[in-house]
């Protein structure tokens, strides 16, 4: 008789150490999936047949929400930015469990979004029945068909990132980005607040978007290099501004979460209130510089930062000429407009964040401490 | 000839180590001085006479933003909370450097509030403009009669905590406080979303806090004998949910500046969502515990990271029996309503600041990097 040793787990994560590292790698895939069948690449508009929020009822909505937990939280941090910028509705995001206990101001017209890759998180479900009582229209944006918050929601776009094993979430966050985008077209489109030019930029970018997240991912040899100093640091700082300071904070989180460093996300602006004190010699810091309407602004946090002898490492275009000979590292990632951007900031943060995680020895599938869905509050 | 060695400095000091410490400890006055004049006790009515901003005027408004940057920030973040709870009118609260170049859905019925000790703040002067060039009223509270954002804004609320040198603002921080409870129940007496009990109930509190902050501040030397342990630590973590989480983020600024620990806040209920991982045997944590809606869930969460071993320091109110059998050490505040108790809850977090950074040897008033108001970007 020939026994052979079955690892079910190691034939699931399909030649990859951990999921995490084979979540981050199926990203193009995942936003290849969330996109399918949501684009008419003819009439350059976004489709969204699975939503029943039309013309009629978008015109009452006189105010947004959005209210999750982790990183789908800071996903809608991005949405919020997105959205008030597409569809000129003011957008309000809030951390699920302040939201559902400081009795926001909801009325009839308000639309509440709530995004969770589970479907399942328990501050987040809470917020959607809350908002529901208070006459709100609820639209969720979660990866799990049939979870209790898709079957609660008045309506559901599904990010179609496939299962997420790993507990950092890495794939739900990009298609839960997409999922953003997508909807703030499609609301731009009802309203006519975004111009037909403006929904093709958009579009075309969108498209593009999976090619290029293959040619971030490309980069791992040289990240994984980088991860190595990363991994001896035990404080850390991410600045940005605007959409760069909405990935910032995610990717503070992933570093935090695996790796266990006390990473840390700023607006770039805000550094010289207080936390600049913290920044001397040798103190890592990541800047984010990919929004155009406030390059020069990060450029110059980014001086001072250096002017106190800040350890930098930039993420930036791959057009970017100047940025490099200021700073110690820099991870490119192909040019895209600023709106799309954070879909590519992202990955290299996930892949420091993962690499830094197995030079330190964590576990990083299960990091101590957490669980994949907060379903207890 | 006998000579006389002046130091002007020394003398300023009033006898006290420190500016900043001569500034906690003059709270109670600054309060006092804040609110005189501004209450009329025996119709239990909130006066405002140097405002314009009249009862026709605010029915027009249907939006509230705050924009600030650093301490400031972090009392705007109560008034979101206060004023949207006293007035109904829905506020956003944001970080003047970011406000200012998001294009913000600002219009004629906005009603934008800035917040600068020193009235120079640059980012905050800027947003002060663009929101005046959309149309909006503008609303200053600064603490600097004739600065360029008390002479720029329509309406000024002065607070009166008189010239503070130290950069780590304190009795600054303190007066907005009490400027945004006079105007949300202004606002709220105009609008008619304030019942007389409760105008009552918000009057008397106020009227009592120059003493409990007395009260507070004769807790020196117990909390100089906490600060001793804290000054060995290099990271620390400040939870508490709704306005405990406003005091926290103000927490964390004040030892981070001048202390150098690089601590953090968060609300509570997100830690699960990631930043758990970091909390392991030892780990400083102080939990503010004094918002009473939320009281049972931040208990949830006190647990949580006192299962990981955390050493958590108690912020809670005098009448609770229950807090201190918990934890390693609680500081005890006089009882008051939920809404005020920023007020008192602030100033051990300040007094943990300033001995540690005392014990750490730090240049207390001067903390490196930093400056005392930042008029350039």
Redo the contacts between chains.
């Keep these: 008789v020939f026994h052979v040793q079955w690892d079910m787990e190691a034939a699931e994560k399909g030649g990859y150490d951990h999921f995490m590292i084979k979540e981050i790698c199926e990203q193009p895939k995942a936003i290849r999936d969330t996109l399918k069948g949501r684009l008419d690449l003819e009439k350059k508009k976004v489709v969204l047949k699975e939503i029943g929020l039309d013309k009629e009822a978008i015109e009452r909505i006189d105010?947004i929400f959005i209210t999750a937990?982790?990183?789908a939280?800071h996903a809608g941090l991005v949405g919020k930015?997105v959205i008030?910028?597409m569809v000129?509705?003011?957008v309000?995001v809030d951390?699920?469990?302040?939201f559902r206990?400081?009795?926001?101001?909801i009325t009839e017209n308000s639309l509440v979004i709530v995004i969770s890759q589970s479907g399942e998180t328990a501050?987040t479900l809470a917020a959607l029945r809350m908002a529901q009582k208070k006459g709100a229209r609820v639209l969720a944006i979660t990866n799990v068909v049939g979870s209790s918050v898709a079957r609660e929601a008045d309506d559901v776009i599904y990010t179609w990132a496939g299962p997420e094993i790993a507990v950092a979430s890495t794939k739900a966050y990009v298609t839960q980005l997409i999922a953003i985008y997508l909807l703030s077209c499609y609301l731009g489109q009802l309203r006519g607040t975004v111009s037909g030019e403006q929904l093709e930029e958009i579009i075309e970018a969108l498209v593009r978007l999976p090619g290029q997240a293959e040619a971030v991912l490309k980069q791992q040899t040289q990240i994984r290099e980088m991860a190595r100093r990363w991994a001896k640091w035990?404080?850390a700082f991410f600045i940005g501004?605007?959409l760069d300071?909405a990935v910032a904070m995610e990717g503070q989180?992933k570093l935090?979460?695996?790796s266990?460093i006390?990473a840390?996300a700023y607006?770039?602006?805000?550094l010289?209130?207080?936390?600049?004190?913290?920044?001397?010699e040798g103190v890592p810091v990541i800047v984010l510089a990919t929004q155009k309407?406030?390059y020069e602004?990060t450029i110059?946090n980014l001086q001072e930062v250096k002017a106190?002898g800040a350890y930098i490492t930039a993420v930036a275009f791959e057009s970017d000429q100047e940025i490099g000979k200021l700073v110690e590292e820099t991870i490119y990632i192909p040019d895209t407009i600023s709106l799309v951007a954070p879909v590519l900031t992202v990955i290299p943060l996930q892949l420091l964040a993962y690499y830094a995680a197995v030079e330190r020895g964590s576990d990083v599938d299960k990091?101590?401490?957490?669980?994949k869905s907060?379903t207890v509050?």
Excluded: M, W
């Design positions: 105010r937990c982790g990183t939280y930015y008030e910028r000129q509705i003011p309000e951390i699920a469990s302040e206990y400081r009795d926001p101001l501050d035990e404080d501004r605007s300071y989180l935090k979460e695996i266990y006390h840390e607006a770039a602006g805000e010289k209130h207080g936390t600049l004190a913290l920044i001397v309407e406030v602004k110059s106190r990091p101590r401490n957490l669980a907060v509050e």
